[in-house]
């Protein structure tokens, strides 16, 4: 006898497992393709950085191309970076060039050599030797293109990411993305990251954080001459390296103070010292010299500049023990000498600098730190050193820096820097 199967709402029942399992199904594959993929697109790819010569033949060399300072030399590194770029955009290359910058020009007969490193980002599997055949086929265009007469080198070297960053840390001025030849650049936050500000010393008295310093060379620091007022025996100091005064990565002894002959306590006036280390130091990504600018360099009121040190955040505070940084604007001399500014205190040889509201300032335990700017090829230079101000960080009050550029040739008078 027919006897009706009970009606299991089977479809019913079933159903949403084959509809969960096609769902993962699909959502597994399609998660493993985009992984692939983006495997392949990004992660595949690895930095490469090669270095090579050019040689300027309608170029003579002259004096003003020996220091990284001066317009001509930013000017014919600026120009060799361009076309060196151009050429790698326009050629097969496009898309694995990231970056080239132009370590150093030096003399060669009467004409200029420049030594450039070049970034490249490519799969990893793809063969370096080939890579070295491409950029040298790109570079030989260059030698028929724009106004100057570049030779490229033959000599195509592929560095280790070690060889790039000594290139680029026994020139002065390169900040951490500079070292990198990355693309992007940030200073965020106030709290200073390790390699940040490479150029900045600790000096300290019984080694107890007294003043800033700026690394100028491997044996020499400058520093403000106030530091030293009361105790000028060099015997008592150490400078640290790193960003931590109480775990420093350097300590090196000090071997000489010199304070500038006419320093004034009452008005201020020549503020500046050069401090001579031990011994000499050896520069690595996290401790190398800043640039220093030339006599003539002007320093433009609005720029942006940024101090750093371990002063106190507030006016009679402690002095802090992991490095801080300020983003100020450097502000006029005449603008500061108003009357509810400092009314005529700001002598020739300082540098105001600062924030409308104030709320940005060095303070206690900056002084002998540096005032830096960075330049058009990403190199920084030391523009002021902290030095006086009314309190910190009060309106119409910025800090008050001694001007370097004044004492452009004092200091290498003191230290052949
Ligand atoms: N003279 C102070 C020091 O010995 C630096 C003062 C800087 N003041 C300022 N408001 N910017 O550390």
């Known amino acids: 006898m027919y006897r009706p199967r009970p009606v299991i709402p089977q479809s019913r029942f079933f159903s949403p497992f084959v509809v969960a399992f096609v769902v993962i199904t699909t959502v597994l594959i399609l998660a493993m393709t985009i992984g692939l993929l983006i495997h392949f697109l990004a992660f595949d790819k690895k930095t490469y950085f090669y270095h090579s010569s050019f040689q300027i033949l309608n170029v003579e060399y002259t004096e003003a191309l020996n220091s990284p300072a001066t317009q001509e030399y930013r000017h014919l590194s600026e120009r060799i970076e361009s076309m060196i770029t151009d050429a790698f955009r326009e050629s097969n290359l496009r898309s694995e060039f990231i970056r080239t910058h132009v370590v150093k020009l030096r ?45 490229p080198s033959n000599e195509i070297t592929s560095l280790t990411d070690q060889d790039t960053e000594n290139f680029l840390t026994q020139e002065c001025g390169a900040r951490p993305d500079l070292i990198t030849l990355s693309e992007e650049r940030v200073i965020g936050g106030t709290l200073a990251e390790t390699g940040d500000w490479p150029w900045q010393v600790s000096l300290q008295l019984n080694n107890v954080h007294h003043c800033g310093g700026i690394l100028i060379s491997n044996l020499w620091v400058l520093t403000a001459a106030h530091c030293f007022r009361s ?34 306590p009452t008005t201020r006036d020549n503020d500046i010292a050069v401090v001579q280390l ?19 360099q002007s320093i433009i009121p609005g720029s942006i500049a940024y101090v750093t040190g371990w002063g106190s955040l507030t006016y009679g505070g402690n002095t802090v023990t992991d490095l801080r940084q300020g983003q100020v604007r450097i502000v006029s001399t005449d603008e500061c000498n108003e009357p509810a500014g400092y009314s005529g205190s700001v002598l020739p040889g300082m540098l105001c600098a600062g924030v409308p509201s104030g709320a940005v300032d060095a303070c206690q335990g ?17 523009v002021g050193i902290v030095s006086w101000g009314y309190q910190c960080g009060l309106p119409n009050k910025p800090g008050v820096y001694t001007r370097v550029t004044t004492y452009r040739d004092w200091i290498r008078q003191q230290t052949g820097v």
Not at 133 to 145: D, E, F, M, T, W
């Open 366 to 382: 900056d002084s002998g730190g540096p005032l830096v700017q960075e330049d058009s090829r990403m190199l920084w230079f030391v």
């Open 278 to 296: 031990e011994r000499p130091i050896t520069f690595n990504r996290n401790i190398h010299r800043v640039c220093l600018p030339a006599a003539t």
């Open 107 to 151: 003399k060669e007969g009467n004409g200029v050599i420049a030594d450039a490193v070049m970034k490249f980002r490519s799969s990893k599997r793809s063969n370096r030797k080939s890579m070295k055949n491409r950029i040298h086929s790109v570079l030989q265009i260059l030698s028929n293109s724009g106004s100057l007469e570049i030779t």
């Open 231 to 264: 105790y000028s025996n060099p015997l008592q100091w150490t400078a640290t390296f790193g960003v931590s005064t109480i775990r420093p990565i350097l300590r090196v002894r000090v071997r000489s103070i010199v304070s500038h002959n006419n320093y004034r």
